[in-house]
């Protein structure tokens, strides 16, 4: 385990009823407080991606292209277990690594959006917008499944992406996942991903 930096990670504990996530087996009781569940929050320095992107605002209104320093956190639910443990944060540092480095250096588009059709082929990449084509090579794109590319649309589709991923990692184990992605100091969205149904 690498050192702790109070100042990218935070373990938080918080007292839920059992209910919360359905954990079955052994978790940790202290002094008959019921179930505990512990709020894993990393907030690594490369935790980011570079990425362009311009926002819709209209079918005939958007931003021009442009580009931001994204910064990502996540927060991820946990049953705390009898060893004091609740999850692994190396899967969890590993998993947002990785969804990151698919969107570094990368020009973003939207897939669904109600205001521009993207059409995809091997030599290119099209974006058609109100009167304008945007043309890109497929290498220097990626389209991804959203209706905008904003940072409250980045933050839904990474904390997805991260919950599947830890939920096939630590199975039951896993409540809520949030992510929230930054584009600028003080300017950040956040999405949560509620705890899985419970396994009867």
Known sequence: MDEISS????????????GAIGLPGKILDTNGLGMLTADLILDKEDFKFSAGHFTIFSERDRENLHGH??????????????????FDYNVVKRAVRSLCAELDEIVLLPGKSPHMEVTETP??????????????????????????????????????RLSKQLREAGGESVGRVQVGVSSGPGQTGEVTIPSAPRTP
């Not at 100042?7 to 059992?18: A, G």
């Not at 090579?137 to 940072?151: A, E, Q, S, Y």
């Open 69 to 86: 320093n994204f910064r990502v956190r996540a927060r991820v639910e946990c049953a705390l277990g009898e060893n004091g443990m609740a």
């Open 123 to 160: 030599e290119m990449v099209v974006a058609r917008f109100a009167d304008e084509r945007l043309v890109f090579l497929p290498r220097d794109v990626k389209v991804l499944p959203l209706p905008n590319i904003t940072v409250e649309c980045l933050a839904a589709y990474l904390a997805d």
């Open 7 to 18: 100042k990218y990670f935070d373990l938080v504990f918080v007292i839920w009823t059992f």
